[in-house]
């Protein structure tokens, strides 16, 4: 038996518990009953878990580098309106965001549009506590302008690859020190640090979901949790498992074909998302599905350098998979 099966019906088991938690409900094994509607009073199975106080909303995004369109403001933001999304992607650059971030702010205000995370690279998994005090440092001034142009979050990643301390220590000194001075000042800055689970092999630990509420419960205010399809296909049991154990902390979420990592549909009957659609819907979740990938290329020149495909036709792939999403979405 695969590691994925052996496991799904813990990990659903455990995020029905997570709500549970918090139902009212004593179980009767009639309508209340959330496994077994019908029984006879007193099974002890779990309570019906609540609903959450909105429904859920799809509201597809792209990054800012995959928008097929030239690389001005308005041009982006012009293509995103007129094809049906809701929000848009930044990089977390800090010339980046001091140049262009104020831009797309600035346009915003008479569109639609929401503007969600920034994604970047970062790493606090140094030996020496100056490397990680710098790290955060240089954090500082991205999560102001975060702030400042009202953007859902930064994504954060505590380690990769090989970290330079034992992983106990190292969650430990994210939690307690680095993780909770970000936390705290994207808080005082109106935004969030937005925690990334990774796959094995790029990150020695918070690979699930889960993991990443928990941490974001212990270091507090300003922290919250984030899921991608990608990566989630690899560590976790099971899509709605993982969307539910997040709940309300969950703030953002990355999508990809589960094959090759490029747009969705890419991957034809592999891109099933609908699992996690209904993992979305079950906690209310509101916040963007990002496309975070590469488009596929065409083949390959006489060099066998690969053939990418022109932004016509990058704009052909995001209109089937908007209705691959939109038709997932409505199956969930």
Same mark, same amino acid.
């Given at each position: 038996m695969k590691r994925r099966d052996f496991l799904v019906g813990?990990?659903?088991?455990?995020?029905?518990?997570?709500?549970?938690?918090?139902?009212?409900?004593? #179980?009767? #094994?009639?309508?209340?009953?959330? !496994?077994n509607p019908g029984a006879a009073a007193?099974?002890? !199975? @779990? $309570? =019906?878990?609540? =609903? $959450?106080?909105? *429904?859920?909303?799809?509201?597809? #995004?792209?990054?800012?580098?995959?928008?097929?369109?030239?690389?001005?403001?308005? +041009?982006?933001?012009? &293509?995103?309106?007129?094809?049906?999304?809701? %929000?848009?992607? /930044?990089?977390?650059?800090?010339s980046w965001l001091e140049d262009k971030g104020r831009k797309v702010a600035e346009s915003l205000k008479n569109r639609k549009l929401f503007l969600t995370t920034a994604c970047g690279p970062s790493r606090f998994d140094y030996a020496d506590p100056a490397k990680c005090d710098a790290e955060v440092a240089k954090f500082m001034p991205i999560l102001e302008i975060l702030g400042?142009?009202?953007s859902t979050g930064l994504i954060i990643c505590p380690a990769r690859g090989k970290p330079e301390i034992g992983h106990k220590e190292l969650r430990e000194r994210f939690v307690t020190n680095h993780g909770k001075r970000l936390a705290e000042k994207a808080a005082a800055c109106g935004t969030?640090?937005?925690?990334? *689970?990774?796959?094995?092999?790029?990150? $020695?630990?918070?690979?699930?979901? %889960?993991?990443?509420?928990? @941490?974001a419960q212990e270091i507090g205010k300003g922290c919250s949790v984030m899921g991608d399809f990608w990566h989630m296909r690899w560590e976790e049991p099971n899509f709605f498992a993982a969307f539910a154990a997040a709940g309300p902390l969950l703030r953002h979420v990355h999508i990809a074909s589960l094959g090759t990592r490029k747009v969705p549909g890419t991957d034809g009957d592999l891109d099933n998302y609908i699992d996690?659609?209904?993992? /979305?819907?079950?906690?209310?979740?509101?916040? %963007?599905?990002?496309?975070?990938?590469? &488009?596929?290329? =065409?083949?390959?020149?006489?060099?066998? =350098? +690969?053939?990418m495909p022109d932004n016509a036709e990058k704009h052909a792939l995001l209109v089937k998979m908007c209705a691959l999403l939109r038709e997932q979405w409505a199956q969930a």
């Open positions: 813990t990990a659903t088991a455990g995020a029905a518990a997570f709500y549970a938690a918090s139902a009212d409900a004593a #179980c009767k #094994c009639g309508s209340d009953c959330a !496994c007193g099974c002890g !199975c @779990m $309570p =019906k878990l609540p =609903k $959450p106080s909105q *429904p859920a909303e799809l509201n597809l #995004c792209l990054q800012w580098g995959g928008i097929p369109t030239p690389d001005d403001v308005n +041009a982006k933001l012009d &293509y995103l309106e007129k094809n049906g999304y809701a %929000a848009v992607e /930044l990089p977390s650059g800090l400042e142009i009202k969030e640090i937005v925690l990334e *689970p990774l796959r094995r092999g790029e990150t $020695p630990f918070l690979r699930q979901v %889960a993991d990443g509420a928990k @941490m996690g659609f209904r993992g /979305l819907k079950f906690i209310g979740y509101r916040g %963007a599905v990002s496309m975070e990938c590469g &488009y596929p290329a =065409k083949g390959k020149d006489a060099r066998g =350098k +690969a053939i």
